[in-house]
């Protein structure tokens, strides 16, 4: 299977419609009823397809609530959702997201998979043949028998394919397995940066399924040249628009630097802080506003000590976790999306959000992100730590109200023409297509 380059132009999106007419598709994703990125994108992509094609869409997600573990059916256009709850304990899944970043003995780790064990030669005379032997272990915040809830829905419904969203943990493996032996296709969409295909438990997992695609096609590890599919990303663009935008009050008092993401350290918080110190000693006029909620309070404490030793204090403002709408509105009100995250992003949904906001931004070439914005043309990418070009680009578009203009019309048409929801049902409808008929 040939990698969709998404850094070129999408072809025109097909006007055929009904590609997936029929079909029951089953879906696997450590996803909640409401929350990030993966819920929105599956949400997204959900009610693309429904809408297309007159077909079943079986979603098997997550809930903390015992409660709440009754399947419900929504309706898509002439299709229909059905939601498959499973528990997981609360504190697993809070676990998951404080998360400490690896220490140099796991990147060590992770260096020698990339370069020993997944590098093409040592990957085909020996590491596949590991792999098929391997058992994946149990993570913590995986719920129980996944593979028998699929064996189950396996046997009421007439199961096309099964799609998963979330891979790396035993409840994948359970999944895939199930699928093997009844016979139906199964294929991964890895949401993350590609470099983390290159570990024990996804090599596993790829040699289980039937195809392998991603949100972005930087970084594909070399064992899977010619396997991997790029179905990037995909917004509402009709929702995201600046004539739907409400103003946000107060007002901002100066031109608005936004960071919506998880206050964490990996997020680029404390570089958006440091590269501020410097703006602030140029004498520019700006605000910095972070939205996201805090994942850990600890870094919170010290970003917050790095405010006022910057002296900034009067110039951050925390707004919270946003919704979608709120998300928009502050878009519509900031001057510049600063993103310098460190986080090895898949394609980053604020990127593509901001610039059909008509919002430049400012980021961290590291991950996918530089699939999602045209340097120089709608934003710019920085090398990874360079807080001065941070500072330096930050100041450039904040001195320059008519350079944004200029970068915002050409990131709203770079979304339209790359990152539309009607594209990218057409990308998952063609992979689709291509696994159940290989």
Not at 51 to 70: G, K
Not at 277 to 293: D, H, P, S, T
Request: charged letters at 25%.
């Amino acid at each position: 299977m040939q990698v969709i380059d998404s850094n070129k132009a999408d072809a025109p999106v097909s006007a055929h419609r009904g590609r997936l007419d029929g079909w029951t598709i089953v879906r696997f994703a450590h996803a909640y009823e409401s929350g990030g990125g993966l819920e929105q994108y599956l949400a997204d992509l959900n009610q693309a397809l429904g809408q297309r094609n007159r077909m079943t869409l079986i979603q098997m997600q997550m809930t903390t609530d015992r409660s709440r573990l009754a399947e419900s059916t929504e309706e898509l256009g002439e299709s229909q959702l059905v939601k498959i709850p499973m528990w997981v304990p609360a504190e697993s899944k809070n676990a998951s997201i404080n998360a400490k970043e690896p220490g140099l003995l796991e990147k060590c780790k992770t260096s020698f998979r990339k370069r020993i064990l997944f590098a093409p030669v040592i990957y085909r005379s020996l590491t596949r043949e590991k792999l098929k032997r391997w058992q994946v272990p149990r993570r913590s915040g995986e719920p129980e028998g996944a593979g028998a809830k699929l064996r189950e829905l396996l046997a009421r419904y007439r199961v096309k394919l099964v799609v998963l969203h979330s891979t790396g943990g035993a409840d994948a493996s359970e999944i895939l397995d199930v699928a093997k032996q009844a016979g139906v296709p199964s294929v991964i969409v890895h949401h993350f940066a590609n470099d983390r295909l290159a570990s024990m438990a996804l090599g596993r997992q790829i040699l289980q399924a039937t195809a392998i695609g991603g949100v972005c096609g930087v970084d594909v590890p070399p064992f899977l040249s010619g396997q991997f599919s790029n179905l990037a990303d995909g917004i509402d663009i009709d929702f995201f628009s600046r004539k739907k935008a409400k103003p946000v009050t107060p007002a901002p008092s100066a031109p608005v630097l936004f960071l919506p993401a998880r206050i964490t350290a990996t997020k680029g918080q404390l570089d958006l802080v440091r590269a501020g110190g410097e703006l602030l000693r140029q004498g520019l006029q700006f605000q910095i506003v972070f939205a996201g909620r805090v994942d850990s309070d600890e870094f919170l404490a010290r970003l917050q000590k790095e405010i006022v030793a910057a002296g900034l204090r009067e110039r951050v403002s925390f707004v919270g976790q946003l919704n979608a709408e709120g998300l928009r509105d502050w878009y519509a009100a900031a001057s510049v999306l600063a993103f310098p995250t460190h986080h090895h992003e898949g394609l980053p949904r604020i990127l593509l959000e901001a610039q059909a906001m008509g919002l430049p931004p400012v980021v961290h070439d590291i991950g996918g992100t530089s699939e999602g914005i045209d340097h120089g043309k709608t934003g710019y990418l920085v090398p990874v730590g360079d807080r001065s070009a941070v500072a330096q680009y930050l100041g450039k578009l904040l001195r320059n109200a008519e350079l944004r203009r200029q970068f915002g019309e050409a990131g709203r048409q770079l979304v339209e023409q790359k990152f539309s929801l009607p594209s990218l049902a057409e990308r998952h409808e063609t992979f689709y297509l291509k696994a159940v008929n290989s």
